[in-house]
């Protein structure tokens, strides 16, 4: 028997008696995310104000990235918001680049600035990410918001680790005392989301590619959250029984399938929720990226 919720499935396990395994639906939690959204851009048109904006630049015909902002304008759309999409050829300078992203900066009508990345190899990307004013920076990774965020300020969270964060609320459990661990600790995913946590009062574990004993240490963990880009890197004897597990890992397997770093199958059987990959954090990445333009548009 499969018992159907607003934001779960429950699968109750083969594994395990007295436990049910549950999938956090990415994509219901995240249409509810924009459908927030949606009503606020309704609520600032009805009262005649002018609606938020939010700009996406793409450089360049990388196949993923036209996806991902074909996805984003879709989704600014559906709430109702304003999008500029500017599509620039792989070969523009970075000065061009930079003078486009200034011009946008001084923009009263643009409230959320975001540059698909990556980028040709003859631009840096570093400079680029520092030139977004931090007003407008939606996907929260220029250094005042990188800062804000590890100094505990009100700041833009980056859109993947707020989801993930979502995600965790949208199963009730209270992480305080938990222990959290992070496999993966880039700049966009591992380090923010160990920082999202850590705010939580969970005591939290960043693991990486030098962590000795990835499984005894991912064992420890009461919320496993994977962000590596290894298809199947998490597999079930690695998991606490119980352990909530986030997969944030896109990967293609040889046939071309959509597949997470968590062998979802051996996993299953012994978490007590864990997302799926597609349909977990993929859509949360978007949805929260509409809530920080909105916020963005607000601070001002
Ligand atoms: P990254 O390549 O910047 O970082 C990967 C991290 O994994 C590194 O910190 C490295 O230390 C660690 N790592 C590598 N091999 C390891 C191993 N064998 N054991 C333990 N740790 C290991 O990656 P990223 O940008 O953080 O992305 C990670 C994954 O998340 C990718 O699959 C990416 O596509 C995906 N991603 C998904 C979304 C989304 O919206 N769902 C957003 C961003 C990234």
Redesign the pocket.
């Known amino acids: 028997m499969i018992l159907r919720t607003a934001h779960w499935t429950v699968i109750p396990s083969v594994a395990k008696e007295s436990n049910s395994m549950r999938i956090i639906d990415g994509k219901a939690i995240s249409q509810a995310v924009k459908d927030e959204v949606r009503a606020e851009v309704a609520a600032i048109e009805a009262e005649g104000k002018r609606k938020p904006c939010l700009c996406v630049i793409i450089v360049g015909e990388n196949p993923a990235s036209q996806v991902y902002v074909r996805n984003k304008v879709k989704a600014a759309a559906y709430t109702g918001m304003e999008s500029m999409l500017i599509e620039l050829p792989a070969t523009v300078s970075e000065e061009e680049l930079l003078g486009k992203i200034a011009e946008l900066n001084a923009d009263p009508a643009v409230d959320g600035i975001l540059v698909q990345l990556p980028l040709p190899k003859h631009i840096d990307e570093e400079k680029v990410i520092d030139a977004i004013s931090a007003a407008k920076d939606v996907d929260g990774f220029h250094p005042s918001n990188v800062a804000g965020l590890w100094l505990g300020k009100d700041c833009v969270v980056p859109?993947?680790p707020a989801?993930v964060m979502r995600l965790l609320d949208s199963t009730g459990v209270d992480l305080s005392g938990k222990t959290a661990v992070v496999?993966?600790?880039?700049n966009?995913?591992?380090k923010p989301v160990a920082k999202l946590r850590l705010d939580r009062n969970a005591t939290v574990v960043i693991?990486?590619?030098?962590?000795a004993d990835?499984a005894s240490v991912c064992r420890q963990a009461d919320i496993l959250v994977a962000?590596?880009?290894?298809p199947g890197?998490i597999t079930g004897d690695m998991v606490k029984p119980g352990a909530i597990i986030i997969d944030?890992?896109?990967?293609r397997t040889p046939e071309g399938k959509l597949c997470g770093?968590v062998d979802f199958a051996s996993c299953s059987e012994v978490a007590g929720w864990i997302t799926p990959v597609p349909g977990g954090?993929?859509p949360?990445?978007i949805a929260m990226l509409m809530k920080n333009t909105l916020r963005c548009y607000r601070s001002k």
Do not use: K, Q, W, Y
């Not at 496999?183 to 880039?186: A, E, F, T």
């Not at 962000?227 to 290894?230: E, I, L």
């Not at 944030?248 to 990967?251: C, K, R, Y």
């Open positions: 859109c993947t989801g496999v993966g600790r880039s966009i995913v591992g693991a990486h590619s030098r962590t990835l962000a590596v880009g290894r890197l944030v890992g896109i990967n770093d954090v993929g949360m990445t």
